[in-house]
């Protein structure tokens, strides 16, 4: 194992002050570049002070703290501040009104100024910030304000009082004299930051050198075996795209006990949580959000929606591209785990299969059309947004358009073409040339120019509308069809729902079920499932149960209070589908397939 030289650097404790850089604005107007300061000097109490030094320039300024970052959700970060102050740069207190929840107005700062506040981080994962007696790990927009007038600027950060030990990882570039710098808030607030006592290692493969960072208990992982399946991942993606737009990049882990989870794409790197347990049991679990995380380097960091530039941070930025932008991530991760050797064509049918039923037993698959679920993606923290019969998953019939993209594509070219025709069209004419795509309208251009042929019909009915997905007719081609069953399944007697960063929590109870006679209510929160912390894997637990099996749940009510439930899972009947081979497959059809669970053209194109 490698440890990186900037990782060990010792971060002084010293004042910022403005630097002189400057770079130019889009306006064309040079902006002098902005410096801050955030202070860990008190991780017990999860308080960052942070001092923003400005420029010189104009006497009002406003500074503005993002509302949403991470997260397609409103989360308010201004709710954290505990006060805010400012001074001249000679010392003297300027006046500080504030403008709204998240705005602050500065008088008086022509000469420069700086300006400080004080801020609770204790947001854990991979979406929040968190300061913490064992760590920190910041998603910087969640605690640093920009000034309004100055987003184009270059920003220095410098972190002080940094305990005794900690080092310091970020994909940021070090700054002379310490600290790290960035072209403009944006891209700073696109670097996640991990401060603490991490193990790291570090490979070059396909011509990049990569980082990893592991934040957790060593004895809960193997850092060799990670490092092997990444360069699978980093080797299967960058011959996929045939595309490699970074000399470095970051994977940073954080393996906790507890519950939770998730991953977090960045343009230089990614922040993913497992469950230390799912982990040790599981390593699709890493690969899968892994090879996700990774593509998203491409699909929405660099071929991205024209929705959601420039950012609004101030309110909600509505975009009808989700189900491309995750969905679409989705498609591409289980064809780079195909590519890599980590998945084969028997769980990946499999895995189909579990999709396509996830979607069709939802009943809101007739009434919310998959733009639609990307524009409410702002609803997703309210539970009962995601109760099935209000709104379909963007990630489950983005993945699903995804695939039956794919197959119409290779269809209408006559497997000249595919989904990866697609997204190198996209990443050449739209990335590569600093053009951001028109959404669903830009996508259909895409898979119109490498398949010669007009695919609006694909469009009108399943991206814009909620038209039955025909299955078999996309199926067809590869020698698959799709089975229908009625099947006896173990009943839990509830469902259950998880927003991103937060716990999972009982969505519905089925009256008259055990569940109910147990003492189970709506709005509980689960804490444990089987005697394993709820998370991402806790619908498969659900889903391995059989019909008199011993469900054990630790909940907490709404009003607090922690329960143990117990009760016999009862069974009921339900439609699910299983994706299969045709009666008779064909020559032809067997091809088609090889090609498509390569993710290839039949006569490939490079
Ligand atoms: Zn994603």
């Not at 996929?240 to 000399?247: G, I, K, Q, S």
Request: hydrophobic share 40%.
């Amino acid at each position: 194992m490698n440890l990186d030289g900037l990782a060990h650097r010792i971060v002084r404790a010293a004042l910022c002050t403005a630097l002189l850089a400057a770079s130019f604005s889009a306006t064309g107007q040079s902006l002098a570049a902005l410096s801050c300061e955030l202070s860990l000097a008190s991780p017990e109490q999860h308080l960052v002070e942070v001092k923003i030094t400005l420029p010189a320039g104009a006497a009002q300024r406003d500074l503005q703290l993002p509302v949403w970052n991470a997260l397609y959700q409103v989360r308010d970060f201004a709710q954290y501040v505990n006060w805010v102050r400012a001074k001249d740069r000679s010392g003297r207190e300027l006046t500080v009104r504030k403008l709204d929840k998240s705005r602050w107005q500065i008088q008086g700062a022509e000469n420069g100024g700086v300006v400080d506040y004080q801020i609770y981080a204790d947001s854990p994962g991979p979406f929040g910030a968190q300061l913490n007696a064992h760590h920190a790990f910041f998603n910087l927009a969640e605690i640093l304000m920009y000034p309004v007038d100055g987003r184009d600027a270059p920003f220095y950060v410098h972190f002080s009082r940094v305990p005794q030990e900690w080092r310091i990882a970020t994909p940021l570039p070090p700054a002379e004299g310490g600290g790290f710098a960035a072209e403009n808030y944006d891209r700073l607030v696109d670097s996640p930051v991990e401060i603490g006592n991490f193990q790291e290692s570090d490979f070059d493969e396909s011509g990049g050198h990569f980082r990893v960072v592991v934040d957790a208990d060593t004895a809960d992982y193997d850092i060799e075996k990670i490092v092997g399946n990444l360069r699978k991942i980093v080797a299967a993606a960058t011959s996929w795209m045939n595309d490699r737009p970074f000399d470095t990049y970051m994977f940073l882990y954080h393996f906790p006990r507890g519950p939770g989870g998730g991953g977090m794409e960045h343009a230089f790197s990614t922040a993913i949580d497992i469950n230390a347990e799912v982990l040790k049991q599981d390593s699709d679990s890493l690969t899968a959000v892994t090879a996700h995380e990774f593509f998203h380097l491409w699909n929405v960091k660099r071929i991205r929606p024209q929705t959601l530039e420039p950012i609004d941070y101030s309110k909600e930025n509505y975009t009808r591209a989700l189900w491309f932008a995750e969905g679409v991530t989705s498609t591409a991760e289980e064809l780079i785990r195909l590519r890599a050797g980590l998945l084969d064509e028997k769980r990946y049918l499999h895995h189909l299969s579990d999709e396509i039923t996830e979607f069709e037993q939802r009943p809101a698959h007739l009434t919310q059309s998959a733009e639609e679920s990307s524009l409410d993606a702002w609803l997703e923290g309210d539970a009962y947004y995601r109760r099935p019969e209000r709104s379909i998953s963007y990630y489950n019939k983005g993945e699903l358009l995804g695939v039956t993209l794919d197959l119409a594509v290779r269809e209408a070219s006559h497997g000249r073409a595919s989904l990866r025709e697609v997204l190198q069209w996209m990443n050449a004419n739209y990335a590569k040339k600093g053009r951001f795509f028109p959404d669903s309208e830009g996508v259909r251009a895409a898979a119109e120019a490498v398949s010669h042929a007009d695919l609006g019909w694909f469009f009108t009915k399943y991206v814009a509308g909620t038209d039955e997905l025909p299955w078999n007719d996309f199926l067809r081609n590869v020698g698959l069809r799709l089975e229908q069953a009625t099947t006896t399944v173990a009943d839990a007697g509830f469902t259950a729902s998880r927003n991103f960063d937060g716990p999972m929590s009982v969505a519905a109870v089925t009256p008259g079920g055990e569940a109910e006679r147990a003492g189970l209510q709506v709005g509980d929160t689960i804490l444990e499932l089987q005697g394993k912390p709820a998370g991402l894997e806790s619908r498969e637990t659900l889903q391995r149960l059989n019909p008199g099996d011993t469900l054990t749940l630790k909940t907490r009510g709404r009003r607090g209070g922690e329960r143990e439930l117990k009760w016999k899972v009862g069974d009921r009947q339900e439609i699910s589908y299983e994706v299969k081979d045709l009666e008779q497959v064909t020559a032809e059809q067997r091809a088609r397939r090889a090609a498509w669970l390569k993710g290839e053209a039949q006569e490939a194109t490079n």
